[in-house]
């Protein structure tokens, strides 16, 4: 990016060591670490503004192109039947209403279950919680 060379570099050692001095170098050190660390923060900051305006931009052109597609269809396909009512605005029927003392003929949807046969199971049995014998 800057193209430096690593003599270069080793030229810029050599003076900052010469000019600062070896005492207070560590403390240039860490002070142009700073620096560059905040340079690169705000390139990076930078970066990811533009990068966010170029993926809007896409966007928006994207549901440009699309409203155009959609609106091509809508010309070349048009509806000749009524809007249709949302389901969540339309009024939902009734509940059916389940009579039991109904024949079965009268109910609307047949319901099939098993009804269980009731026996007496073999043995002998407990008195019951009411303290009468079974019979």
């Known amino acids: ?3 430096i060379a690593p003599t270069e570099l080793m030229v810029v ?13 560590p403390k240039a050190m860490r002070i142009v670490g700073l620096w560059v660390g905040k340079a ?25 192109k699309w409203a155009e597609e ?10 000749d039947a009524p809007p249709a009512v949302h389901p969540v605005d339309a009024p939902s029927p009734p509940p059916p209403v389940h009579d039991p003392a109904a024949p079965h003929e009268d109910m609307s949807a047949p319901v ?22 079974p019979s």
């Not at 050692?13 to 170098?25: S, T, Y």
């Open 70 to 79: 959609n609106a091509r269809i809508m010309r070349e396909h048009p509806t």
């Open 40 to 64: 690169r923060g705000v390139a990076r900051q930078f970066r990811s503004g533009f990068d966010t305006m170029v993926r809007e931009a896409e966007l928006a052109e994207m549901e440009k």
């Open 1 to 3: 990016m800057f193209d």
């Open 13 to 25: 050692a050599l003076v900052a060591l010469v000019v600062i001095g070896p005492k207070d170098l």
């Open 112 to 133: 099939m279950v098993e009804q269980p046969e009731l026996r007496e199971a073999p043995g002998n049995h407990p008195p019951a919680a009411d303290g009468k014998a």
